[in-house]
């Protein structure tokens, strides 16, 4: 993998990348409080199997610039949909696979209703803004206060978020503490920002859910779903919302995994992932998914 940065409307953005140039376009969005090595597996498999994987910093979190003014899920001024287009513009990608993982997946979501036309086909990765449940740790992450709390508990609130996050917490990757220790501190104020704006003591805003889900029918194109069926942050039976929102969604619960599924439980998770990328790339043809300009990819990996 190979990091980059580029820039999105005069703001820097973060971007980890592995695959040929030429590849077909994935393009990976994390969680709340995430960074882009959230997908450092997904990465690595979907680009040896052709694709050129990228993985994101949304602004704020990771290595991205913080966003000024934004209105995140604004529905008539969405700052996260049009933020993906302009991605795609930088990368130079007419379209692109948008996988979204938990506030990832409500921005990938949202992306796909707002311009179908750049999306080959969107996976919900334990998506948010779908139901309206979430963790509590969340919900009271919106009262005054929150961010001066979590100031003072120091590296301990990082580390607990990111426990919260897998079924088994042995299973969390000594990279993942330690990227946590480096990431999480800075993006807290985004963090919490961001959680204001779709979240409150209830849950999500069931104002903001009504508008998006109003508008999921612009979107009909393939639809993959992935849940760990232990998910202690967004509760699996959520699943079921997005499969009455989405009917032909496909809808793959992965056991003895928590919210970070993809980290987790990989093997899995590429198990559910792939094939379905496969099949979407091989109905379409190959110059509706590549890069602007790129050449005609020879597809690689495949076994």
């Given at each position: 993998?190979?990091?980059?940065t ?6 820097r953005v973060?971007?980890v990348e ?8 994935v393009?990976?969005i ?6 882009a090595?959230n997908?450092?597996?997904?990465v690595s ?9 990228h ?5 704020g979190?990771g290595?991205?610039e ?5 209105r ?5 001024r969405p ?11 930088a ?6 696979h ?7 997946g ?5 992306a796909?209703?707002t ?10 990765v334990?998506?948010?803004g ?9 919900r ?12 003072l508990r ?16 042995a ?19 985004e963090?919490?920002?961001v959680?204001?704006?779709?979240v ?8 903001l859910?009504?508008?998006w ?9 393939p ?7 232990r998910d ?19 809808v793959?619960l ?5 919210h ?7 093997d ?9 990328l ?13 890069s602007?300009?790129a ?8 076994q």
């Open positions: 993998m190979t990091g980059r580029v820039d999105v409307r005069g703001a973060r971007i592995a695959g040929p140039n030429a590849g077909e376009a393009l990976l994390h969680g709340v409080g995430g960074w090595e997908w450092r597996e997904t498999a979907i680009a040896r199997r052709g694709y050129r994987a993985a994101i910093d949304l602004p979190f290595e991205s913080r966003p000024r003014g934004a995140y899920f604004d529905p008539r700052f996260y949909a049009q933020f993906v287009v302009d991605v795609l513009d990368l130079g990608c007419a379209r692109a948008l996988v979204g993982h938990s506030l990832g409500a921005v990938a979501f949202t796909a209703v311009a179908p036309e750049r999306t080959s086909s969107l996976t919900l334990a998506p948010g779908i139901g309206i449940e979430v963790a509590l740790a969340l009271l992450a919106t009262l005054p206060g929150a961010r001066l709390m979590a100031w120091g590296p301990r609130a990082a580390r607990e978020g990111v426990a919260s996050c897998f079924y088994d917490v299973r969390v990757p000594q990279t993942v503490w330690e990227e946590a220790d480096r990431f999480v501190p800075g993006s807290l104020g963090t919490i920002r959680l204001r704006a779709g409150t003591l209830r849950g999500i805003r069931p104002s859910r009504s508008a889900v109003a508008h999921a029918d612009r979107y009909t194109g639809v993959l779903v992935v849940w760990g069926e202690a942050v967004i509760p699996v039976t959520q699943a079921h919302a997005v499969a009455e929102i989405f009917p032909h969604a496909e793959r992965i056991p003895d995994a928590g970070l599924v993809m980290i987790e439980q990989p899995g998770f590429q198990s559910a992932l792939i094939p379905f496969d099949r979407i790339a091989a109905s379409l043809p190959p110059a509706s998914l590549r602007a300009g050449p005609a990819p020879a597809r690689a990996g495949a």
